[in-house]
């Protein structure tokens, strides 16, 4: 059967927006412009360029919250101890001149009320402020009283471990500043491989995901935590997506930075042979927050600075696209995506017109 020349330019439109199993090269084309996301050339060129890339922000720049550590706050428990030099004050009991007062819940409004004193404001204050304010408030009815004030509960300073950690739960902050490592630390340690551990940071509405080999790699990328945070220990393995026009698609997990393009596109079945643009093979990813790379361009033009989202095109057509597949290096979340061959889409076409007419039914038969 031949098809008129007007069907033939019909059906290499309907390849271009026709259903299909996913978006032909001239979408991906199209699509990327609109949203202002490029797409690079995967060649030798563009690999070098990755292996000098910025790294990511890391947790180092996670959303900032002001936070003054030791600070006393609404709901927290405090002790507080009193005594007098003169063996004779009011707070002099036996052999000793040293009172304990007891614990004290902070009012929410930051008040403590102490016997012989009343209410004391101590929230704003650390342990030595608050020592002060209630020393003075005791010089009333004590002779040259002192007071010691210790912080026994911290209702707000806490954080949170949850996940693969061998002691998962509420920690509480101290002056010095714990970090996401040394609350991994407190935790007992990551059970899992550090190559297939990820590590989350929530704060708030702002949330960093790093994997824990890159972390104890590049300490820079520590944070530390604040109250409220939640630190989060996942497992499994990082993992790709294969779609599009390739024999086994699907999700295939790898271990970061051990597994190239040419083997990834081995793992899905290659590419069809009746359907693969080999052209049209690309790699959708999404660039951390901070990392960027830059891009040389031919001389008398400046570099490009690559950030954010990014698609890499492979051509499969040439040895060097080969060659250049076998040196560039999946991540997790990456996207593999080959789109189908004009060909193929016309034959799609072509088989609607091959198919004999259905024949309705004579009624009454």
Do not use: W
């Not at 990834?264 to 049209?280: E, V």
């Not at 790379?293 to 696209?321: H, K, M, W």
Request: proline share 7%; hydrophobic share 40%; net charge negative.
């Amino acid at each position: 059967m031949r098809l008129p020349a007007l069907l033939i330019a019909i059906a290499l439109g309907l390849a271009a927006c026709g259903p299909s199993d996913g978006p032909s090269q001239s979408q991906v084309r199209s699509d990327a412009r609109a949203a202002d996301v490029p797409i690079l050339p995967l060649n030798r060129s563009v690999i070098a360029a990755l292996g000098t890339s910025t790294p990511g922000e890391g947790f180092s720049h996670v959303s900032q919250v002001p936070y003054s550590p030791g600070v006393i706050r609404a709901g927290d428990v405090i002790t507080v101890r009193v005594f007098e030099t003169s063996d004779d004050g009011m707070f002099s009991v036996e052999d000793t001149s040293t009172l304990d007062l007891g614990e004290f819940v902070v009012s929410p409004d930051g008040y403590v009320s102490l016997p012989f004193v009343g209410a004391v404001r101590v929230a704003g204050n650390n342990a030595t402020g608050a020592q002060r304010l209630i020393t003075n408030a005791l010089r009333e009815s004590a002779v040259d009283p002192q007071a010691t004030v210790s912080v026994t509960v911290s209702a707000t300073d806490n954080y949170t471990v949850q996940g693969g950690v061998a002691s998962g739960g509420t920690y509480q902050l101290t002056p010095r500043g714990e970090t996401i490592l040394d609350a991994l630390a407190s935790a007992g340690g990551a059970e899992g491989d550090p190559n297939e551990t990820t590590i989350t940071i929530r704060r708030g509405s702002d949330s960093r995901t790093e994997l824990l080999s890159t972390l104890l790699a590049d300490p820079s990328r520590d944070a530390t935590l604040r109250p409220g945070d939640a630190v989060i220990v996942g497992g499994g393995q990082a993992s790709f997506i294969a779609d599009g026009a390739l024999s086994s698609p699907g999700e295939f997990d790898f271990v970061e930075g051990q597994l190239t393009l040419a083997q990834a596109i081995a793992r899905a079945g290659g590419l069809q042979d009746s359907r693969a643009n080999p052209r049209a093979v690309y790699i959708f990813r999404r660039m951390p927050v901070g990392e960027s790379f830059l891009l040389e361009q031919p001389p008398g033009n400046d570099p490009i600075r690559v950030a954010g989202d990014v698609i890499f095109q492979a051509d499969y057509t040439s040895p060097t696209g080969r060659l250049d597949a076998g040196q560039f290096m999946l991540r997790d979340g990456d996207v593999l995506y080959v789109g189908n061959s004009p060909v193929s889409e016309f034959l799609k076409f072509f088989q609607i017109f091959e198919r004999p007419p259905e024949i309705p039914a004579v009624p009454g038969q």
